[in-house]
């Protein structure tokens, strides 16, 4: 008779980063795998599929480009920058993905809506919150939001079209304004994005 061997403790695994798929434009993905299962085979030469140790793990959130094009402003990692349409210094507390008016804006993750919101300065923002506590910001879109607080969306659903709304960056060219915070603080969205 085969021993089974013990399946190690999840603490003792170690999971390896998957990498960026530019055909997909997907980032940090692992909703898109599903669990493997081992295979034994017992004394009478029957099969018996038990779970695999990966699939004890839970799954995280796959964070996905909100649209295409290219990043034409980096987040400032804490650094004030010059802000020329309001002639002031502040931190650049996201990325700046460059798109035209109209295009339109997908949801980086599956979560909930938990503020669709006029900002003074920022436009139409719309804020999703995810799993592991991460909530992204999606700033400038146009006043049309298909979506109200509380409403669940989908990874890869449209939430809107990029506007003219955000005051805070008009002098530049279009662009969504995309932020993204872990614990309530501000982060470098490309941290999760790659």
Known sequence: VNEAKDVPKPENR????EKYDPDESLFAAEDAATPKEDVKVEDSGTEKKEESAFSIFKKKTAIRMP???EICGKHSEGELVKYEALN???T?????ISCPVGTEIKAAA?????AVSNDPLWGTTVEITHKGNIITVYCGLSAEIGFKNGDEIKSGEVIGTLGETN???IDKDSHLHFAMKEDGKFIDPMTKLK
Request: glycine fraction near 14%.
């Open 92 to 96: 650049h507390d996201g990325i700046d």
């Open 110 to 114: 599956d979560g909930k809506i938990t």
């Open 88 to 90: 002031e210094w502040r």
């Open 14 to 17: 170690v999971i390896a980063d």
């Open 67 to 69: 649209v295409k094009g």
């Open 167 to 169: 005051l805070a960056e």
